[in-house]
């Protein structure tokens, strides 16, 4: 039992403090592209900053609505936090007790039930705003996991597994990144969707919704909600490059591109993004995936 539980922690706490770090890094990108210095104040060139934020949340007072729903209203930040680090079992890491043979069908299992969890925080607010918010965000979520997946698909055909590690070794050796650059391409753009991030991020729209479905919580609640969102950040990254590249360094120019997205693009407009999976996305990617399946099953 030891043997299990000791990597599965010592992973669990090595992806939260690399969420730390990764927030950091997103800060000082954000702020050079924007002339400024960021955070620099804290420590050493401001190193230790995500740790003093993590600290200031944890003990901030989690504010509760009067008219909440108050058991999902707590439960569900934990619940999708623990969705988020579940995700990472499929990982091929030295620090994991066991890889699972159908991996990637977890992944899509798992990765769906993120949709409950963002209604859920919507819904046990009892605020329009966080509702609002949080109906948007599971209608883009739905609709960009449907052109994912078969993406995924597409990509799993290549190697004929579903386990990542599998498909990380196979990649290695013959990298599958060069045979549909398209996908690549939008799949780039269903994962920005997918995370709720900019120029998509319809989900937390300042503007027009207050901060969007995670308008009510603070102190601890706010930040498990800001951990899971950004360690499915890194784990898409790493996802993308194991079943492209099979180099795990490949991760790092993925995970730099969310930066140069939300410091570069505008924030797209939500019927045009809702659109282009349905009348685009989709008929690409099933199209691709019609046509070139019997032909790798041919070739097989």
């Known amino acids: ?11 669990y706490l090595l992806i939260m403090l690399s969420v730390a770090f990764f927030t950091l890094l ?15 104040k ?3 060139i401001g ?15 989690w504010v509760m609505p009067t008219s909440s729903n108050y058991l999902p209203f707590i439960l569900t930040p934990t619940i999708m936090l623990i969705l988020a680090l579940s995700l990472w079992q499929l990982f091929p890491s030295f620090m994991l007790s066991s890889h699972t043979v159908l991996g990637m069908l977890l992944f899509l299992s798992i990765s769906s039930l993120a949709v409950y969890t963002t209604l859920m925080t919507g819904w046990a607010s009892n605020s329009k705003y966080a509702l609002l918010g949080a109906i948007r965000a599971m209608a883009q979520t739905i609709s960009y996991e449907v052109s994912m997946t078969l993406i995924i698909v597409f990509y799993l055909f290549l190697t004929m597994q579903m386990d990542l590690v599998t498909v990380r070794s ?5 990298p599958t990144i060069t045979l549909s650059l398209p996908l690549l391409g939008m799949w780039i753009v269903a994962i920005l969707a997918e995370t709720n991030r900019a120029p998509f991020d319809f989900a937390e729209g300042e503007s027009e919704l207050v901060s969007g479905f995670n308008v009510e919580y603070s102190g601890a609640g706010f930040a498990l909600l800001f951990m899971a969102e950004y360690s499915n950040i890194l ?4 996802l993308i490059a194991c079943t492209l590249t099979g180099t795990l360094l490949a ?3 993925v995970a730099g591109m969310f930066f140069w997205a ?8 939500y019927d045009l993004l809702m659109a282009m999976t349905w009348k685009t996305f989709l008929p690409i990617s099933l199209t691709i995936l019609l046509v070139s399946t019997p032909l790798m099953l041919i070739m097989v």
């Open 170 to 174: 196979i990649n290695f050796s013959t």
């Open 262 to 269: 939300r410091a570069t693009l505008p924030r797209y407009r």
């Open 1 to 11: 039992m030891t043997s299990h539980v000791i990597p599965t922690f010592m992973t």
């Open 26 to 40: 997103e800060r000082k990108t954000l702020s050079y592209f924007q002339t400024r210095k960021g955070p620099n």
């Open 42 to 44: 804290v420590g050493l």
């Open 251 to 253: 991760s790092i120019p």
């Open 47 to 61: 190193i230790p900053q995500p740790l003093t934020d993590a600290l200031k949340l944890f003990t901030k007072e």
């Open 235 to 238: 784990l898409m990254s790493l």
